[in-house]
């Protein structure tokens, strides 16, 4: 007896008494468990993750005409000093190694400073600063190649968070809440609107590391939550294989692999018609686009059609590691219809030796971030195209030492593309970096704008799951309108 027989005469025997005596008990538990199962709500649409079939999203129509098609992510992880980057505070300067204003500080959270109120110093930027462009944006010393695309972004330096811990601050700004256990907002966006690549992941993270403290990064940043794990991103290798297993193993060709899939698939299905278990249809999907990868994987690693010219502009061969080597792969990925791409580098927790270890961070991540820019224009893709630029948190205007602690009352963000006002600078902190005084922007505000560039509002983009309507902004958000070209 092959194993789909034996399989189905199993079924015919198990599922008699769920379909009898138990079958009520059965829908109970799955109410229990997917509770959208049961839910009435049209709107919501929480039972349609099931269906094993390509996933289009829920948010149909769009909300409002959509400006971009995809979002590239650069997380500058352990949070990169606003006042050595974008944020010139020439009051920072006059009053460096003075004691920091009790005004600014009394009352407020200051991380590892807490306990030294009365010893603080105030830190003047360890970077000169110079305007840039056009426009004549004020960039620091230590991004030149950022320097050259000034023209191109909206640099946000009235970013504020609520968190000042890095672990719960990636939280927030992964997922609108510092609670984990939320989708992050690729996963949301999965959910809302599909994916464009069909044999590849719709949702990517890489991840690279130098010049400073490197702060783990959880898996749980990118994970789904309570929304079905197909909506979960992947996590690409930067060096070697990309994917564990991606290849068969000796003696396994196409052909035996495809028959090996088509027979789990067989299994799975069964499953999915007797439990309507939405994870069983998640495997089933995740099946087919695994399959799919070890075709399209090592055609997306394999740059060496990539014009040398192109390579020089990144400062990559490929494959090495390296940010820049991602910022090569995320144009890739971009152009194969992946979604939301997050690439974090791990190095700007700079508690001790800022101006000798930004250095180094900044230039590990500069060449690639302004070739990726850039390729984008050549290529025309930066018009539908998000780019955001940022860390969880700041940098104090307080010496620690000879570095900065966490920040979380005023920081630099910056976004490009997608009918973004390139060439201007929206909000600002006090004289001194401390905290964001005008046209303040919380990380939910972030969200709010990006969902908004995907034609969504995100108040509309929700999912019930015990007993209450959930969604990417929690129960804050709005709109940063001021910053898009009229």
Same mark, same amino acid.
């Given at each position: 007896?092959?194993?789909?027989?034996?399989?189905?005469?199993?079924?015919?025997?198990?599922?008699?008494?769920?379909?009898?005596?138990?079958?009520?008990?059965?829908?109970?538990?799955?109410?229990?468990?997917?509770?959208?199962?049961?839910?009435?709500?049209?709107?919501?649409?929480?039972?349609?993750?099931?269906?094993?079939?390509?996933?289009?999203?829920?948010?149909?129509?769009?909300?409002?005409?959509?400006?971009?098609?995809?979002?590239?992510?650069?997380?500058?992880?352990?949070?990169?000093?606003?006042?050595?980057?974008?944020?010139?505070?020439?009051?920072?300067?006059?009053?460096?190694?003075?004691?920091?204003?009790?005004?600014?500080?009394?009352?407020?959270?200051?991380?590892?400073?807490?306990?030294?109120?009365?010893?603080?110093?105030?830190?003047?930027?360890?970077?000169?600063?110079?305007?840039?462009?056009?426009?004549?944006?004020?960039?620091?010393?230590?991004?030149?190649?950022?320097?050259?695309?000034?023209?191109?972004?909206?640099?946000?330096?009235?970013?504020?968070?609520?968190?000042?811990?890095?672990?719960?601050?990636?939280?927030?700004?992964?997922?609108?809440?510092?609670?984990?256990?939320?989708?992050?907002?690729?996963?949301?966006?999965?959910?809302?609107?599909?994916?464009?690549?069909?044999?590849?992941?719709?949702?990517?993270?890489?991840?690279?590391?130098?010049?400073?403290?490197?702060?783990?990064?959880?898996?749980?940043?990118?994970?789904?939550?309570?929304?079905?794990?197909?909506?979960?991103?992947?996590?690409?290798?930067?060096?070697?294989?990309?994917?564990?297993?991606?290849?068969?193993?000796?003696?396994?060709?196409?052909?035996?692999?495809?028959?090996?899939?088509?027979?789990?698939?067989?299994?799975?299905?069964?499953?999915?018609?007797?439990?309507?278990?939405?994870?069983?249809?998640?495997?089933?999907?995740?099946?087919?686009?695994?399959?799919?990868?070890?075709?399209?994987?090592?055609?997306?690693?394999?740059?060496?059609?990539?014009?040398?010219?192109?390579?020089?502009?990144?400062?990559?061969?490929?494959?090495?590691?390296?940010?820049?080597? =991602?910022? &090569?792969? #995320?144009?890739? $990925?971009?152009?194969? +219809?992946?979604?939301?791409?997050? %690439?974090?580098? @791990?190095?700007?927790?700079?508690?001790?030796?800022?101006?000798?270890?930004?250095?180094?961070?900044?230039?590990?991540?500069?060449?690639?971030?302004?070739?990726?820019?850039?390729?984008?224009?050549?290529?025309?893709?930066?018009?539908?195209?998000?780019?955001?630029?940022?860390?969880?948190?700041?940098?104090?205007?307080?010496?620690?030492?000879?570095?900065?602690?966490?920040?979380?009352?005023?920081?630099?963000?910056?976004?490009?593309?997608?009918?973004?006002?390139?060439?201007?600078?929206?909000?600002?902190?006090?004289?001194?970096?401390?905290?964001?005084?005008?046209?303040?922007?919380?990380? =939910?505000? &972030?969200? #709010?704008?990006? $969902?908004?560039?995907? +034609?969504?509002?995100?108040?509309? %983009?929700?999912? @019930?799951?015990?007993?209450?309507?959930?969604?990417?902004?929690?129960?804050?958000?709005?709109?940063?309108?001021?910053?898009?070209?009229?």
């Amino acid at each position: 007896m092959n194993p789909i027989e034996e399989r189905q005469r199993s079924e015919l025997r198990r599922s008699f008494l769920g379909r009898t005596a138990s079958g009520i008990g059965a829908v109970a538990l799955n109410a229990l468990m997917n509770p959208a199962l049961l839910a009435g709500d049209s709107k919501s649409n929480a039972s349609a993750p099931g269906d094993a079939a390509a996933w289009t999203g829920v948010v149909k129509p769009l909300h409002f005409p959509p400006r971009v098609k995809r979002v590239i992510h650069l997380s500058m992880a352990g949070g990169a000093s606003h006042l050595e980057t974008f944020d010139h505070k020439p009051k920072l300067a006059e009053l460096d190694g003075q004691p920091m204003p009790k005004s600014f500080t009394d009352g407020e959270q200051i991380a590892q400073l807490q306990g030294q109120r009365d010893k603080l110093k105030v830190m003047g930027p360890q970077f000169a600063f110079s305007k840039q462009g056009k426009s004549g944006i004020e960039v620091s010393s230590a991004l030149p190649h950022m320097s050259k695309i000034v023209d191109d972004i909206c640099v946000i330096n009235s970013m504020h968070t609520d968190q000042i811990n890095h672990d719960p601050a990636h939280t927030l700004m992964n997922t609108g809440t510092s609670i984990p256990g939320r989708p992050s907002m690729g996963s949301w966006l999965q959910y809302g609107l599909g994916s464009e690549a069909d044999n590849l992941p719709g949702y990517v993270v890489m991840t690279s590391v130098g010049g400073g403290q490197s702060q783990p990064i959880a898996s749980r940043q990118w994970h789904s939550g309570f929304l079905p794990s197909r909506f979960q991103g992947v996590e690409f290798r930067s060096k070697g294989d990309p994917v564990l297993y991606v290849g068969n193993p000796k003696g396994i060709d196409k052909k035996r692999q495809r028959d090996v899939i088509d027979a789990v698939q067989q299994l799975n299905r069964i499953g999915d018609q007797t439990f309507h278990d939405p994870e069983i249809a998640t495997r089933i999907a995740q099946y087919e686009l695994a399959f799919k990868m070890q075709t399209s994987v090592p055609e997306l690693m394999d740059v060496s059609n990539e014009p040398q010219h192109v390579l020089d502009m990144y400062g990559t061969e490929g494959g090495d590691g390296s940010f820049a080597s =991602n910022c &090569l792969l #995320a144009r890739r $990925l971009a152009e194969r +219809g992946v979604r939301f791409i997050q %690439l974090y580098h @791990r190095g700007w927790d700079h508690h001790g030796g800022i101006k000798s270890g930004l250095a180094v961070t900044a230039k590990l991540v500069d060449q690639g971030t302004a070739a990726l820019m850039q390729d984008l224009r050549r290529r025309g893709m930066l018009e539908d195209t998000l780019v955001i630029w940022g860390g969880e948190f700041g940098r104090t205007p307080m010496a620690q030492g000879s570095g900065r602690d966490h920040h979380i009352r005023g920081f630099s963000t910056w976004m490009a593309g997608g009918g973004i006002q390139g060439g201007k600078v929206y909000g600002a902190t006090d004289e001194l970096g401390y905290a964001a005084v005008e046209n303040p922007v919380h990380v =939910n505000d &972030l969200h #709010a704008t990006l $969902l908004y560039m995907f +034609g969504i509002d995100h108040q509309r %983009l929700t999912y @019930r799951f015990q007993g209450r309507d959930f969604r990417l902004t929690d129960v804050a958000g709005k709109v940063v309108h001021p910053i898009f070209r009229a």
